[in-house]
């Protein structure tokens, strides 16, 4: 049986709006600084600059990640592909898939988006998170159908083949 594709997509940039608050507060808060003692020093521009450029770069490291950022749920796994330059991929079974939880901050509620985390049994990366999906409570209900199909097939397959590992003559009878 080939895989069905679930949702293919990138997160929603709307994920990143409290670095960007941040990122307004710090400028603000430096600005008022510079202000502040522009009476007692001279304004240094360069250095007023280098500053903005500083927060502009960490401002922007979010946005750029979650644009280079490709999530692919197919009826059999979850893959990840991140990076620029050095580009990483990650795959989850969706048989080790325990938990899925979908959560609506308020920023993302405001774009219709939220977030889908999922609890497995992964020992390396136990909680995996789906950041800034769009219709997130739509994509978790197929989420979860799908993980109880693939891990009913598991079991199926465990419980009835006499060619797996674990069995027993007790299954045959």
């Known amino acids: 049986m080939a895989n069905q594709v679930i949702f293919s997509g990138a997160p929603s940039q709307a994920c990143n709006l409290p670095a960007l608050l941040k990122g ?21 521009w360069p250095v007023l600059l280098a500053q903005a450029g500083a927060v502009l770069i960490g401002v922007a490291f979010p946005f750029s990640k979650t644009a280079f950022t490709r999530i692919v749920i197919d009826t059999a796994r979850i893959t990840w592909t991140q990076g620029i330059f050095n580009r990483r991929s990650s795959i989850l079974e969706l048989s080790r898939v325990q938990t899925i939880t979908s959560i609506h901050p308020w920023w993302l509620r405001m774009f219709g988006a939220g977030s889908i985390i999922l609890t497995t049994d992964d020992l390396a990366h136990p909680v995996r998170r789906l950041p800034g999906i769009h219709d997130v409570d739509q994509l978790r209900a197929k989420l979860v159908e799908a993980v109880t199909l693939c891990q009913e097939r598991l079991s199926a397959a465990k419980t009835f083949d006499p060619n797996a590992a674990d069995y027993s003559q007790a299954h045959g009878v």
């Open 24 to 44: 307004i507060a710090v400028m603000a808060v430096i600005g008022g600084i510079h202000l502040c003692l522009s009476g007692s020093f001279p304004l240094h």
